[in-house]
């Protein structure tokens, strides 16, 4: 499974974007999917998850209210749509996807997850 985050950017606080992240093989509708990120001088963190089906979402605290995390199977997408953009959200913002964590809190965690894209920059400016 190859997977490609897409659509980070430069935008002022309070804006919005969203990311992408397409992946190939027909099994990515089986797969839970995680974005995580990590800031400049800081560890990755968790941030949104989603179950095989689409179902279930997982949110971190910090982007409750703010961040939305959906998928569209038919196409091997899934996408992170960010508004209310803060500058402590500035980070590079990975996808991820789990063949053994398919649902559940296992989703937030780094360890569940097999394949990794190769992140996209979110730059937030104040």
């Known amino acids: 499974v190859q997977l490609q985050a897409s659509g980070g950017g430069l935008v002022q606080a309070g804006g919005f974007l969203r990311l992408s992240c397409a992946a190939s093989?027909?099994?990515?509708?089986?797969?839970?999917v995680g974005w995580f990120r990590q800031a400049p001088g800081k560890k990755r963190e968790f941030v949104a998850a989603?179950?095989?089906?689409?179902?279930?979402?997982y949110l971190a605290d910090s982007v409750k209210g703010r961040f939305t995390i959906s998928r569209d199977n038919a196409k091997n997408t899934v996408y992170l749509q960010m508004n209310n953009l803060k500058p402590e959200d500035t980070a590079v913002y990975y996808c991820?996807?789990?063949?053994?964590?398919?649902?559940?809190?296992?989703?937030?965690?780094?360890?569940?997850?097999?394949?990794w894209g190769q992140g996209t920059l979110v730059t937030v400016s104040s």
């Open positions: 989603i179950n095989w089906s689409g179902g279930s979402t």
């Open positions: 991820a996807a789990s063949t053994t964590s398919t649902t559940g809190w296992g989703l937030l965690r780094e360890v569940s997850y097999d394949y």
């Open positions: 093989g027909r099994a990515f509708s089986t797969y839970g």
